[in-house]
């Protein structure tokens, strides 16, 4: 097999135009994601045949026959000198698929990604539990290795990261650390965590907590002390801690509550959106721990926390809706990307309607 595959073509020209993800879908011409918005490649409509010759040579064997039997596998793929990428293989209704990811490789700093200043705080914790959330894409995994990129600069501690795939690499700075990849290093993010517990960590990031038995082992490593970062896929605080508990069994949940509320150190979630000049821009909540945080948690008032973080304004909190208010006051973003993403759309509207914006009655209704 020649060391150049077809599909390095189609990823050169990705990373030539600057975009972020390239879909194949039989049925369709290739199509890149380019700020946001999809855009197809002047290219012939993909067979099945296309599809095989474009991904099998850079599949590895095992999983593509994987794939071939179930339907989906997820690995990394590497173009030298152009970039790693991030394969997921997947079947749908009208055939075969697949999206590659860009991992870029480039370390980000939290100055760089214009993160607000009280994400700071987080540097100087010691133990606990901080969850980075947001939708597929929306740049978790970047502010946390921005997270992890300060404190390797500035403290000496051992971090053990664990991902799937490694998408930032850390050089060892003032402290040392360990990366993990599932597949070539770990089975999965449970057994990883499991060894990584007994590796005398002080801060462990888990990639994704995506099933109970890794929760659960995230949650009893926070409370031994370790700092333990995490991603999930919620759209605010209130929703992420709900998440956490409804993955327990009811007959445990009060108890989750009870841990929960002793480690939970900060949500950030964050969502993009596209600048009006170009480019993207990410909308933040930001809520830290508390022992009124702790009483709302243990109480089961998740309702409340929208509140909670609403009130802490002095401690650098901020709500989803109020961090997209400040986006377009400062004419960042357009008012309708606002108010497809606000979490109380009802309120969105009706602030953009008191600034004079003209609100078609539908848009965020979806």
């Known amino acids: 097999m020649s060391s150049t595959k077809r599909v390095d073509r189609f990823l ?8 972020s993800d390239l879909h194949f879908s039989v049925g369709r011409p290739p199509i890149f994601r380019l700020s946001g918005r999809m855009d197809p490649i002047r290219y012939r409509v993909l067979t099945d045949q296309d599809f095989i010759d474009l991904m099998q040579p850079a599949t590895p ?18 173009v030298p000198g152009v970039a790693r990428f991030r394969v997921n293989l997947f079947k749908q209704q ?12 480039k370390l980000m700093t939290i100055d760089q990604l214009n993160l607000p200043k009280p994400v700071r705080k987080l540097l100087t914790l010691d133990g606990g539990l901080v969850l980075v959330t947001g939708p597929t894409g929306s ?17 000496a501690m051992h971090f053990v990261t664990i991902e799937d795939p490694i998408e930032f690499v850390h050089d060892n700075l003032k402290s040392l650390v360990s ?3 599932i597949g070539p290093h770990a089975t999965n993010f449970t057994e990883a965590l499991r060894a990584a517990v007994r590796e005398d960590p002080d801060c462990i990031l888990v990639g994704e907590m995506r099933d109970l038995e890794t929760i659960e082992m995230a949650l009893s490593a926070a409370e031994t002390g370790v700092l333990v970062f995490g991603t999930l896929h919620t759209n605010s605080a209130a929703k992420t801690v709900d998440r956490i508990i409804n993955v327990f069994p009811v007959e445990r949940q009060e108890s989750v509550r009870a841990v929960l509320s002793s480690v939970i150190q900060g949500v950030l979630s964050q969502q993009l959106l596209r600048r009006k000049k170009g480019g993207r821009v990410a909308a933040l909540e930001i809520m830290f721990g508390s022992s009124a945080l702790a009483s709302l948690i243990r109480e089961g008032k998740t309702h409340q926390i929208g509140g909670y973080i609403s009130t802490g304004k002095g401690r650098g909190m901020i709500t989803m ?17 606002a108010l497809e993403k606000a979490l109380d759309k009802d309120e969105m509207r009706k602030w953009l309607m008191e600034r004079g914006v003209e609100v078609p009655e539908d848009v965020g209704e979806h």
């Open 321 to 337: 809706d109020e961090s997209l208010r400040r986006l377009v006051v400062d004419d960042t973003i357009e008012t309708h990307a």
């Open 61 to 78: 064997p095992h999983l593509w026959e994987s794939y071939v039997a179930g339907g989906d596998a997820d690995y990394a793929y590497e």
């Open 179 to 181: 990366q993990r990849e």
């Open 12 to 19: 050169k020209l990705m990373k030539d135009r600057g975009a």
């Open 94 to 105: 009208r055939g075969m698929g697949a999206v590659l990811r860009i991992i870029p490789t």
């Open 139 to 155: 740049g978790k995994s970047t502010t946390l290795s921005a997270i992890i990129h300060e404190m390797n600069k500035t403290r």
